[in-house]
């Protein structure tokens, strides 16, 4: 019994040992500098420390431009300096939200702001519809037993891994109307050329193509966790009382998905609100202004036309959606917990 | 265990610290006093041969101490070789100047006046720069005329609305600068088209051509050597404004305001759109654009394009990926009931009051701007250059004499409206709302009226913020 419970000797190989060694040093080195301190400040408050750096980076690249862009919002002039950008209270916001008729972007005093506004509405309604519903099937389709479901797997997550500048540039090269791929097959098997780039409806239909096929992976991965995470019993369970595929995925797959699908659908929200650089490349917001989204209408504004509290106010607007689709989450999440 | 870590650590950390500090260099205050300022003291001795040191006799007198040489910073872009010309143009200046070196920061197009808006608004401006945007700094250029050897014949050199544009509000006399280049806005033909179509170019035939004559002749050859496309023009307002002045639109009012909508605005317009409704033009130039500049070289390059309304700044570009595979030449600016004229453009060397070193500064433009060192680098870059006499003289370029030429000729027919357009500090605006406004015309969102009415509120609402 007592030769039983002895600890085996673990196996170290020489490959494991040599890389573990010099963090092994740097640990020990750690410990002259750390050690001295928590003495010093306590343990209570060495967490203070370690959160420091980020903290610090946060503060200078993220809370402080924020700060500034909120006090841009609020000023105007074609200077970058504070001291020179004189304060105009709400003029920038109240320019960019008045209109004559709300669902007609002419009438608009920056109609290119409420374009931008309804182009994002649009390409988010279509995208994050495609994206949840194709995501969702693609990890029903790759839980099941199927054959070379790992290689699968890591295709569908493959275009994850690539810049959405390359995903663009590689679009771009296949969609072009007069050198393109797709355009070229398309003369070969004896059809016309579309101008897919260069026809409002095209354009926006590839860019939500493009971007749902860019990021599908990364939410069927989280959608795939969640159905593995379903225990295998409440399939038993609703076999044995004689629920069908379909029954069993109503009432056992979905309602367990759920907390995971609130998590898609808002990380997709706002991942498609923000969608900038791909289209950015892809279409520059063209043809005319059919895929020039919020954000893009902000970059254009500020650094293009030089009109930085305009574009900073556009972004408060921006930030205010944001805001409530994360408030939207949180308190959704909550109420699932709760439930 | 714990010891032999923390010696190892601390030799590893004396190592780092050992190979990360810079290598050892005489401080200066270490040279002797009484050593003259030999060139291998400068802080790039090979680009200086020895044969430039300064010989004993010039060096300072001992008493005196060896004054330390002056860096001027020179922010530039590149179009095509001018930086390469420019580096060694320099590097001549810096040889016959041992007290002066240059360093040249080359950034992207595209960056450089929001790089240098924000260098300028932080008191850290280069000495130097080369930009277009010549209105965006006016009020921070340095005026170079008390440290000018003979400032009014220097001045006499240039012409004088582009000197104007460098100045601010009442300043009719201050000398910020020059351009290096004069660019002219104008049409290109792909002559190799014409000879296979059988018809003959309308310039050869007939000094005035209009715009119609050249889009009928250009479809006609579009149609018999089946070639994508007759006609196209860069997707910008500057573009625009040739044609349009030709049919007679006015922009500037006489209270200095702006008038958008004129028979030869519209008239303008409508062949442009109409191009695109007839498909004789690259859908990808005005319709794809997006929200930028877009230029329709490619097409011309590859030959799938007849007249191509561009300007001079493409013929360095024409004459290394064309060559000989066609025969292309650059033709008059077309006519319109009020004439014919291009735009003038160029890119301009701007000097920054908040330079520490006026003196050097003023030096080194007097000696960029000589007749022979700007002839050397216009020729060496294909470039017209900006100085009236030489552009008065001529320049023997190695190649592309015939569009140089052409252009060069263009430059005396540019209407005054041409210039005051050019130069105006609204201009950018202008620019960019014709170029969206068009493009949504193109492609059916909004209607020519709607165009119209937005670039004019859009015009009125700059024009009362500038009168603030």
Known sequence: MKNEEAPRPQPVTLSSDLLLRPFTWLLGLADYILLPLQKLIGPQRMAYFFVLPNLLIFGIFILLPMILNFYYGFTSGNSILLENRPFVGTTNLERLLTCADYLNPKTCSEDLFWRGAFNTATFVVGQVTAMILLSLVTALALNRPVVGRGFFRAMFFYPVLLSPVVVALIWKWILQYQYGLLNAILVAVGLQKIPFLLEAGWAQFWVIAISVWSQMGFFTLILLAGLQAIPKEMYEAASMDGANKWQSFRAVTFPLLMPTMTVVLVLALIRAVQVFDQVFVLTNGGPGTATLYIVQYIYRTGFEFRNYGMAAAASLVLAIVLLVLTVGQLVLSRRQEAA | ?468
């Open chain 2, 1 to 468: 265990m714990k010891k032999i870590v923390f010696v190892i650590a601390l030799t590893a950390l004396a190592l780092v610290a050992l190979a990360c500090a810079p290598a050892p260099t005489p401080a200066p205050t270490a040279a002797p006093p009484t050593a003259a300022p030999k060139p291998t003291e400068a802080p790039k001795p090979t680009a200086v041969p020895p044969t430039a040191a300064p010989k004993p006799t010039e060096a300072p007198k001992p008493t005196t101490a060896p004054a330390a040489a002056v860096e001027l910073r020179m922010m530039w872009y590149n179009d095509g070789n001018e930086g390469e010309v420019m580096r060694a143009l320099l590097d001549r200046f810096e040889k016959e100047n041992p007290g002066i070196k240059v360093k040249i920061d080359t950034v992207a197009y595209k960056d450089l006046h929001n790089i240098l808006q924000t260098q300028v608004e932080a008191g850290t401006a280069p000495d130097l720069a080369r930009v277009t945007d010549v209105a965006r700094f006016a009020g921070k250029y340095l005026d170079m005329r008390k440290y000018m050897t003979n400032p009014d014949s220097w001045a006499k050199d240039w012409a004088p609305q582009v000197l104007q544009s460098f100045r601010k509000g009442d300043d009719k006399t201050g000398l910020y600068g020059f351009p290096t280049q004069f660019t002219v806005t104008g049409p290109f033909v792909n002559r190799t088209l014409f000879a296979q179509a059988g018809i003959p170019v309308p310039s050869d035939t007939k000094k005035d051509v209009t715009w119609e004559e050249w889009v009928d002749a250009a479809k006609k050859v579009a149609a018999a050597t089946k070639t994508p496309y007759a006609v196209a023009i860069d997707r910008t307002g500057h573009r625009f404004w040739g044609p349009s002045l030709s049919k007679c639109a006015t922009y500037i009012t006489p209270e200095n305001t702006f008038k958008v909508d004129t028979p030869g605005f519209r008239d303008t317009a409508n062949m442009i759109i109409g191009w695109h409704k007839d498909k004789i033009t690259p859908l990808e130039v005005w319709a794809g654009g997006g929200g930028g500049y877009a230029a329709a070289n490619e097409f011309f390059v590859n030959g799938q394009l007849v007249f191509y309304m561009s300007g001079s700044w493409q013929i360095g570009q024409f004459d290394k990926l064309i060559g000989k595979k066609f025969d292309w030449a650059a033709v008059p600016n077309p006519s319109g009931k009020c004439g014919s004229t291009g735009m003038p453009g160029g890119a301009l060397l701007v000097t920054f009051a908040s330079t520490k070193h006026p003196k050097e500064v003023t030096k080194l433009v007097e000696y960029l701007s000589s007749d022979a060192i700007l002839e050397e680098f216009s020729a060496k870059t294909l470039f017209i250059p900006g100085k009236l006499t030489l552009a008065k003289k001529g320049i023997q370029y190695p190649s592309s004499n015939q569009p140089l030429n052409v252009f060069l000729a263009e430059i005396a027919k540019l209407m005054p409206e041409a210039y005051a357009l050019q130069y105006h500090p609204l201009t950018f605006v202008l620019n960019t709302e014709i170029r969206d406004r068009l493009s949504q015309v193109i492609v059916g969102e909004i209607t020519l009226d709607e165009a119209i009415q937005k670039i004019q509120t859009k015009m009125d609402e700059e024009v009362a913020k500038a009168k603030k």
